[in-house]
């Protein structure tokens, strides 16, 4: 009689061993309810692939994802000559993600701006897709960059211990290997300088 009761146990606590690691596992919202735009989802549950920080402001990088463009960038090599970036181009799309590490008040990020942004080795400008990238942030559920990460006046202000992020996607030069991303607030002393590594297919 030991032997089906033990069995019958067995199976019992499996069930609500099973039924706890479900409940600890089970996707966890990271909505805030504080009402502010700014605000996106927390960054990817991945290493980022590039970090920086000074004593008040971390910046943390993560792929966010590739694709290839449907459409012509637009971006022309000379007035009148031919497409730089043509249908078929490659993108990747990072997340840039911001964390303030200050005690008390806000740390400022009026005036944030992303530039000075280049490829590594070639020293070209890294040039955004705007026809596309949206709408990719969009369907990843990340914002698309702020107005003023690209220089076009936005003001941010980042409450303490939470953190904000936004997503990018550049065109991605044939050859390169790594994006040099200069994060600039003027509240802080020097721009954070990342070097971020491209694995282009």
């Excluded at 089906?4 to 099973?18: E, F, H």
């Excluded at 290839?68 to 497409?83: A, E, I, K, Y």
């Amino acid at each position: 009689m030991r032997r089906p009761l033990l069995v019958g146990l067995l199976a019992v606590g499996a069930i609500t061993l099973t039924g706890c690691v479900d409940a600890d596992t089970a996707p966890q919202s990271t909505a805030s309810s504080t009402g502010q735009t700014d605000r996106s989802p927390a960054a990817p549950d991945q290493e980022p692939v590039a970090r920086a920080a000074t004593s008040d402001l971390g910046v943390a990088v993560y792929e966010l994802g590739s694709y290839v463009t449907t459409q012509d960038s637009g971006l022309l090599r000379q007035p009148g000559g031919t497409d730089r970036f043509p249908a078929g181009s490659f993108v990747i799309v990072i997340q840039v993600s911001l964390d303030g590490f200050v005690p008390f008040g806000e740390l400022d990020l009026t005036g944030l701006t992303v530039r000075e942004t280049t490829w590594a080795g070639l020293g070209d400008t890294a040039e955004l897709d705007t026809n596309e990238g949206p709408d990719f942030a969009a369907d990843a559920g990340v914002p698309w960059g702020p107005a003023s990460a690209q220089g076009r006046g936005r003001d941010w202000s980042l409450p303490n211990h939470l953190s904000t992020s936004f997503a990018l996607a550049y065109y991605v030069p044939f050859g390169v290997s790594a994006l040099k991303l200069v994060v600039d607030v003027p509240s802080q002393d020097d721009p954070l300088i990342l070097s971020v590594p491209i694995h282009a297919e």
